[in-house]
């Protein structure tokens, strides 16, 4: 059998696993190997159904020897039937991974022989993966049953291991299968439970122990295929947590796949809300600090479809709301429906700066639309609310006194060179002025050639030093720290109009002798453009699309919106310090090039993406066909939705995307 033809159907088969993470392994690259994992994972693409795609997901074979009235590959399942040699997925691995198209492998397997045979067979292409010199991210699926020396031989070549629980209790596995149970689950999750922990006691007194699933291990949950409750499903996934400290529990909706089963129920389309409902709930009680009986209650079992569980719970319990944003703890900040993680981190960090107010929760990223009926802020008029006098001043009003009116004067402004070394040369001069003469501090600084001159503006022109900047770069270190220095030039790197008046000022209030509280406004404008450019980065880390070149160099083309290239040029030296290859940014019209040694700025001449992809050798062509049928044997058909598609991987990446070429 061809193995294009192979891999269609064993990633066919492997699709209703719902596991996608590639996230929490440090893999470092090594000299002369290909690869590393970073500890914040990457997604290289979507399907049409939404789901992430970082991972190779494949079966090793999907000839199985149970009957799981629930699984496609099951015995009596009248489907195409493929094994892969260890040849195959190796080779198929190393040549996605080079193109940038996947994060790593998820290896999975149909029990063939027998659990110890097949985990044998499973361990041994993890290794000759690891031999061929991959160092990338492996997850791997541990067979219920195996050898426990088996279970320890795949936990010192994999970063994330996983045993599927699959039902939520022992008495349906019994009815719909005849092999399996929790307990036969449990033994291997305890094995590499212990392993982990002996793995953390032993650094604490060795300079060197072998890593073992760095990345820790996790299981999944069919949701639907049974007639467990949402209360039932929550406390088992609780439990797993706590005893076998289990880093994710996956929730997939039960999508009915061949013949009818009396044994399982008769779902037209998949539970795809209830298991959305679910992963909230999991998250409130693992990361937001909610109790089971907060979420979700025994005499009610089942979660509101309507409503999401923190929604529900805020509606339970009005006595705790509405909670005040510049007073409350995080914890109870946390409970306030659409504030997250990251915004309440933000408003407890900022409102040590000053008072939060309603804009400033918008730009912090908070929902308000559902946040509003649950909190009390300043710029929010509620009757008897002192916070609603300051907002609208009526305090001022009430005084009758009338504030001094003092002629205007003429704005100075600074223009500088259209970069960032101008633009710190510029802050440099700002200061410099202000020493010399003794006068105010100037009131912004624009780029040469990219802003017109206002009435009655004084402009003065700043020549770019860079040792002038290295100083304030250094300065700023000390003052803002690596991550608030770094924010700033992530910031200039949107390039939005005004940002250089932004950052200005922001170093002003920074370096202020007396701290200034009240300009939250710009604070928080430097740091959604950072979190912006920052995002976009992120995601051109996964949407970089390599193609091999005749000479054996690999060449790629991007659009990003933002200038992300600095942002992403260390990345891509660690990750493919093996091969050599070029970036381009076809807007900019400049890339990084790296040639086995060093990576250097290239000025070329505008690429046309057609004329790229015609020059590809029929080797090149041969794989991106490979890769595209990878894609669309991936996709659930039943739980499609384009709206959710369009909005995680937009248009204006799919020229550049291999997936989506026709």
């Not at 007639?227 to 076998?244: K, R, T």
Request: aromatic share 8%; proline share 6%.
């Amino acid at each position: 059998m061809q193995i294009e033809k192979k891999l269609a159907i064993l990633a066919d088969a492997a699709k209703y696993d719902a596991s996608c993470a590639s996230s929490g392994s440090r893999r470092r690259p090594r000299k002369g190997q290909l690869g590393n994992a970073a500890a914040s994972g990457i997604c290289h693409t979507y399907t049409e159904d939404g789901r992430c795609v970082s991972l190779l997901k494949i079966l090793l074979t999907n000839i199985c020897i149970y009957d799981c009235a629930y699984c496609v590959n099951r015995s009596s399942n009248d489907v195409p039937r493929a094994s892969f040699d260890p040849g195959e997925v190796v080779s198929l691995t190393l040549d996605f991974y080079r193109r940038n198209y996947i994060e790593g492998l998820f290896l999975s397997s149909g029990i063939l022989q027998s659990p110890n045979a097949t985990m044998e067979r499973l361990v041994r292409v993890v290794s000759a993966l690891r031999s061929a010199g991959f160092n990338g991210y492996i997850h791997l699926k541990c067979v219920p049953n195996a050898d426990p020396l088996l279970i320890q031989a795949a936990g010192r070549h994999a970063d994330r291991l996983s045993v599927n629980i699959e039902l939520p209790s022992d008495e349906s596995l019994r009815r719909l299968t005849q092999a399996k149970s929790h307990a036969a689950a449990l033994a291997p999750m305890d094995v590499i439970r212990s392993t982990i922990a002996e793995r953390k006691a032993d650094h604490g007194r060795l300079r060197h122990v072998p890593a073992f699933a760095p990345a820790g291990q996790s299981t999944q949950l069919i949701v639907g295929a049974s007639p467990e409750s949402d209360h039932e499903i929550l406390h088992l996934a609780g439990g797993l947590y706590q005893a076998q400290a289990l880093k994710r529990v996956y929730y997939a909706a039960y999508v009915p796949v061949g013949k009818r089963n009396g044994a399982l129920p008769q779902l037209e389309t998949p539970p795809l809300r209830r298991e959305n409902r679910l992963y909230q709930a999991d998250w409130l009680i693992r990361c937001y600090g909610f109790a089971l009986e907060e979420v979700i209650q025994s005499d009610r079992p089942f979660l509101d479809l309507e409503m999401d569980p923190k929604h529900a719970f805020a509606l339970r319990n009005p006595s705790l709301f509405p909670v005040d944003i510049n007073t409350a703890e995080r914890e109870m900040i946390l409970r306030v429906p659409g504030i997250g993680l990251r915004s309440a981190r933000r408003i407890v960090a900022l409102r040590r700066q000053g008072r939060i107010r309603l804009e400033h929760l918008r730009q912090m990223g908070v929902v308000l639309k559902r946040a509003l009926p649950f909190i009390r802020c300043d710029g929010l008029p509620e009757p008897g609310w002192r916070g609603a006098a300051l907002a609208q001043g009526d305090l001022f009003h009430r005084t009758g006194d009338a504030p001094p009116v003092t002629p205007p004067e003429a704005p100075l402004v600074l223009v500088c060179e259209d970069s960032f070394d101008g633009l710190l040369s510029a802050i440099f001069a700002a200061y410099r002025l202000r020493a010399r003469s003794a006068s105010r501090m100037p009131d912004a600084i624009v780029p040469l050639g990219r802003s017109q001159p206002e009435l009655f503006e004084r402009r003065k022109e700043i020549a770019t030093d860079r040792a002038s900047a290295v100083r304030v770069w250094r300065g700023l270190k000390s003052t803002l720290g690596r991550k608030g220095r770094r924010r700033l030039h992530l910031a200039y790197l949107s390039r939005d109009p005004g940002v250089e008046t932004a950052i200005y000022r922001f170093v002003r209030d920074a370096l202020a002798d007396e701290p200034r509280r009240g300009d939250l406004g710009n604070r928080l404008t430097i740091r959604q453009l950072a979190r912006k450019v920052g995002r976009e980065a992120h995601r051109m880390k996964g949407l970089v699309r390599f193609a091999q070149n005749a000479d054996g160099s690999y060449q790629a083309l991007i659009a990003p919106r933002y200038d992300v290239l600095p942002l992403i040029r260390h990345h891509f030296e660690r990750r493919f310090a093996d091969q050599r290859w070029l970036i381009y940014d076809t807007g900019r019209r400049y890339g990084l090039l790296y040639d086995g040694w060093r990576t250097r700025d290239v000025r070329l001449e505008p690429i046309d993406p057609a004329e790229h992809e015609t020059a590809c050798p029929s080797d090149e062509r041969r794989c991106q066909q490979l890769w595209q049928r990878y894609y669309a044997a991936v996709n659930i058909a039943a739980r499609n939705n384009p709206k959710l598609h369009r909005q995680q991987l937009p248009r204006r990446y799919w020229p550049y995307l291999t997936e989506k070429k026709a």
